[in-house]
């Protein structure tokens, strides 16, 4: 079992310090307000007086604070040779590339940057996944760790600019999903249809987007766009129906409309016999008008 530093108690940290509590390893906890460290302390858990014993306390740091500036700002000035530091908070990839520097400077190149992709409820679980960029070396030595706090943890790279661009791509993803189900709420609310009905179709949508991971997968590398299922030109008109429905209700549109704008540059591209999925080469094209 490994010494571990646990830097930032709050409902995440506080998550990953019971699971590795409880996973058996040697714990030093320290939260920047005092009087978070209580139950961990109960339970074994050693709670430093500052953060410079903090650091001292352990060969691996795992911070999870507010975001990588925070980050930055708790371990400047102190003497991190020979430490692992593994940062679990978010944060965007100029922050993330800076703090790598900063610690590289301040004696170690050991670290790992790791995106939750959970509530603080869904540490310790076998699908939750901690995508993580580190050295193949760090990895390997932290991959049981971090493992213990998600089963389902990836390493996804070395560059951690890179894992900002994968948050950003997963939880755009994510959110599309979840805004798309307010919106949803919205229309049928306005038309008068139950919500409880509502929420139970809810799944039978989802089966078909869930399956777009695969259309994502299939064409997007490779960029074989052509002999779509379903063309470009049947979402422009579907989305023309969906912006009826909205219309005809009074309900707000911004989102499928924003939608109906994006498959517009295809049509205008003169894709209209394409997947959706080319939309990414499209849209990517700086030169577009
Ligand atoms: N909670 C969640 O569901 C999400 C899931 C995905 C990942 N996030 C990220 O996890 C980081 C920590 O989030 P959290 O949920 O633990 O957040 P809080 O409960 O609000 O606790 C914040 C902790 O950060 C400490 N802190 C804030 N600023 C500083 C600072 N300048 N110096 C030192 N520590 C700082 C705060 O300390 P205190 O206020 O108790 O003194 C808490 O320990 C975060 O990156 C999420 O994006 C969670």
């Known amino acids: 079992m ?15 310090a019971r699971t590795l509590q409880a996973a058996g390893h040697e714990l030093t906890v320290w939260n920047r307000t005092p009087g978070k460290a209580a139950d961990l302390v109960a339970a074994g858990a050693t709670e430093a007086a500052d953060i410079a014993e903090a650091v001292a ?26 430490k692992t530091v593994m940062d679990l908070s978010t944060g965007g990839a100029e ?37 993580c ?19 389902a943890s990836q390493h996804v790279g070395t560059d951690p600019a890179q894992l900002a661009a994968i948050f950003a791509g997963l939880f755009t993803a994510r959110q599309g999903f979840m805004f798309g189900m307010i919106s949803g709420a919205m229309v049928c609310k306005a038309a008068g249809v139950p919500l409880d009905v509502y929420g139970r179709l809810l799944p039978v949508t989802h089966g078909m987007a869930g399956n777009y991971a695969k259309k994502v997968a ?28 909205f219309h005809a209700t009074g309900t707000d549109a911004a989102f499928p409309q924003l939608m109906r ?4 540059a295809g049509i205008d591209a003169g894709r209209t016999t394409d997947e959706l999925t080319a939309l990414v080469e499209i849209l990517s094209d700086k030169t577009r008008p």
């Open 57 to 82: 306390a352990s060969p691996t740091l795992l911070v999870c604070i507010k975001s990588h500036i925070e980050t930055a700002a708790v371990l400047q000035g102190l003497d991190l040779t020979g």
């Open 133 to 151: 960029v580190a050295s193949a070396e760090v990895w390997e030595a932290q991959r049981d760790v971090i493992l213990a706090l998600g089963g």
């Open 95 to 131: 922050e993330a590339r800076a703090l790598v520097d900063q610690i590289a400077a301040s004696g170690t190149k050991d670290f790992l940057i790791g995106i939750i992709n959970a509530y603080p409820s869904g540490i310790g679980n076998s699908e939750t996944a901690i995508l």
């Open 261 to 264: 704008d994006m498959v517009q």
């Open 218 to 245: 299939d064409t997007v590398p490779t960029g074989a766009y052509a002999n779509a299922e379903a063309t470009m030109q049947v979402y422009a008109d579907a989305l023309d129906d969906v912006l009826r429905s």
């Open 2 to 16: 490994a010494r571990i530093t646990i830097i930032g108690l709050g409902a995440m940290g506080s998550a990953l």
